[in-house]
Every structure is written in C-alpha cells, then in structure tokens.
C-alpha cells in the first residue's frame, strides 16, 4: 500500500485541503490519502484551535465522497502535542505501508526543528506542494541536503485560501462557499462554530 498522510490543524478544513491531498494521491499513486488532524501543533503553541472532536467531524464531512480519502483521529485520541515521528511510527506499527507525508512547500524551511526529523524520514519520505511562483529547485533548496533524497514534488496551481482567513469572514458572517464543502458548512452552522 502507498499512503499519504495529510496532517493539520484543519480549523476548518477547506477546498485547498482536498485539492493538495488529491493532486498527491495522482501524481504519487497513492492508493490512500489519510487526514490526521493534529491534537496540538507544537508550532502553533500561542492558538486554541477548535475541539479535535469537530475538526475531525469537518474532515470526515469534507472527504465523506472521496473513496480513497480517510481520516484517523489518533492525534486527537492521544492528547498532548501531536509530533509526526511519533504518529508515524505508530501507525508504521499497526499498518505497514509505504508512506508519504504531505506538506506545503513553506513547512519545509523548519525541517531540521521538527522532533527528530532522521527518524521521521526512515519511516516516510515526503511530498512537497511547489505552487508557482516557486519553483521545484527553489523549494528543493530550502530542504536541508541530508534530506533531499527522501522528498517527492507535487506540482499545484497556486491557491489563495487560509483556515485563518476562512475563521475571520465566518466570525464576519461572510459567505465561505466557494472554499468549503457544503456538508462541513451545514456542520458548521448545526454547531455554532466560529462565531464572531
């Protein structure tokens, strides 16, 4: 089995989300995209995201079409900062499989800060996002050289949407549909999130 993982915060997850984790399962072959909604980012320590109960209820509404799209909430389940090596080698354990994670091409540059970045990249190998203006060398540039050999690119269209700014024209009262699927919306509105 060939798996990417697509961890985040997904507070809310959003149509940026979905096309990153299709254009990987395409040009990777994966045979499954798995969303991991992160418990505690342990970058994002000065945010309180929204409950992990709800984050993993958007997601699972968001990919509840997608066949070979799944979602796991043992960040969540497991509490206390959620680190990737650990995730990874846990699920290493319970599902052998060849596995990719998938990040933005601006995760990359704090690499070498990530929990014992070695160990991450003997369980998985990685799938950058590059979107023009970037370039596949300049991004390739930014990893750290020990790590170069283990990265796959994944080529994107450029996409201008944030969760951050997602949170903000909700609390506004703005209308997010051409961003986020209907079903997560409806959920959404049911449990009163993002309010201003």
Known sequence: MRIGILGGT??????GHLTLAQAAADQLQLDE???LPANKNPF??????????HRVAMVQRMVAQEPDMAVSDMEITRGG???TVD??????????????????????????EWRNPQRLLRLCRLA??????????????????EFRDKVDIIQMKP???SSTEIRERLARGVNV????????????????????
């Open 81 to 83: 900062m959620s680190y």
């Open 87 to 112: 995730t990874l080698g846990e699920l290493q354990m319970v599902r052998p499989a060849e596995y990719w994670f998938i990040l933005g091409a601006d995760a990359v540059k704090g690499l070498s």
């Open 128 to 145: 950058l996002a590059v979107r023009p203006p970037d370039s596949e060398k300049g991004i390739l540039g930014k990893v750290p050289e």
């Open 159 to 161: 996409m201008d949407v």
């Open 44 to 53: 994002k320590t000065k945010t309180n995201p929204t409950h992990g109960k």
């Open 10 to 15: 997904f507070d809310p997850p959003h149509i």
């Open 33 to 35: 995209v798995l969303f």
């Open 177 to 196: 549909t051409p961003w986020i699927a209907a079903p997560v919306i409806k959920y959404i509105q049911e449990n009163k999130l993002y309010r201003g």
